[in-house]
């Protein structure tokens, strides 16, 4: 069974702290792995996307790290901010009938507090 | 470029009843996947239309089915719904040519009562 979890379920920091997001995967199948942030009750926006043959992803205060041989990834929140508060969503992408589909995880609910 | 579009954005419908939402890919893109999101769950891939086929499909029942356009815009229909259907419905859609970069669109609220 294709699985993607996601640890901690949800989290509440002060502002300026650094996180830590963890997923981890159990499907070898899975070739790139991609961060999303969701606010409540809107659609998806794509933070990161890594490809198998990458180690690691940045952008801005995001880094994004993939581990394919122990069917792990992490994102790093760096200075958090109010802002940041949402759902992270980390999701595996792996082909099926000759296809790409996207296996997602539950999510960390994220709460950055001033 | 509007991105990808989604309507309506709210729906209220009783069981049994049928439904139909619509989905606008971003200018460009070819390929039109599905996706339903539970309440607190991450979203769960229903089905993927390319060149008006549906092409794959995750583990769905017949009352969920679809249609792509020659314009590339797709529907979702329900039929028959239950309870359990409520849900955030996701449309995402990508280009052919670069599948791993999919757009998704801010979704459709189904409340099944």
């Known amino acids: 069974k294709q699985e993607v979890t996601q640890i901690p379920a949800a989290l509440s920091v002060p502002e300026g702290e650094n996180l830590v997001l963890n997923c981890s995967f159990t499907?070898?199948?899975?070739?790139?792995l991609q961060w999303f942030r969701q606010d409540p009750g809107k659609g998806l926006t794509s933070l990161l996307l890594?490809?198998?043959?990458?180690r690691e992803q940045t952008s801005g205060r995001l880094n994004a790290s993939l581990d394919k041989s122990s069917g792990r990834s992490t994102l790093y929140i760096a200075a958090s901010q109010p802002g940041d508060s949402a759902t992270y969503l980390c999701?595996?992408?792996?082909?099926?009938?000759?296809?790409?589909?996207?296996?997602f995880g539950a999510g960390t609910r994220l709460a950055v507090h001033p | 470029d509007a991105g990808v579009t989604q309507s309506p954005t709210h729906l209220i419908k009783t069981r049994g009843q049928q439904v139909t939402l619509r989905c606008s890919p971003k200018s460009g893109h070819d390929t039109v996947s599905w996706y339903q999101q539970a309440l607190g769950q991450g979203p769960q891939f229903i089905f993927q239309?390319?060149?008006?086929?549906?092409?794959q499909r995750g583990n769905f029942p017949d009352r969920f089915s679809g249609h792509q356009f020659p314009n590339y815009s797709s529907e979702l229909n329900v039929n028959a719904l239950l309870l359990g259907d409520s849900a955030l419905y996701l449309c995402?859609?990508?280009?052919?040519?670069?599948?791993?970069?999919?757009?998704f669109g801010p979704g459709t609220r189904l409340t099944v009562l």
């Open positions: 999701a595996g992408a792996m082909f099926s009938g000759g296809y790409n589909k996207l296996i």
């Open positions: 995402a859609s990508s280009f052919s040519g670069s599948p791993d970069t999919q757009y």
């Open positions: 239309y390319y060149e008006e086929e549906e092409r």
């Open positions: 499907d070898s199948a899975i070739y790139n």
């Open positions: 890594i490809q198998s043959s990458q």
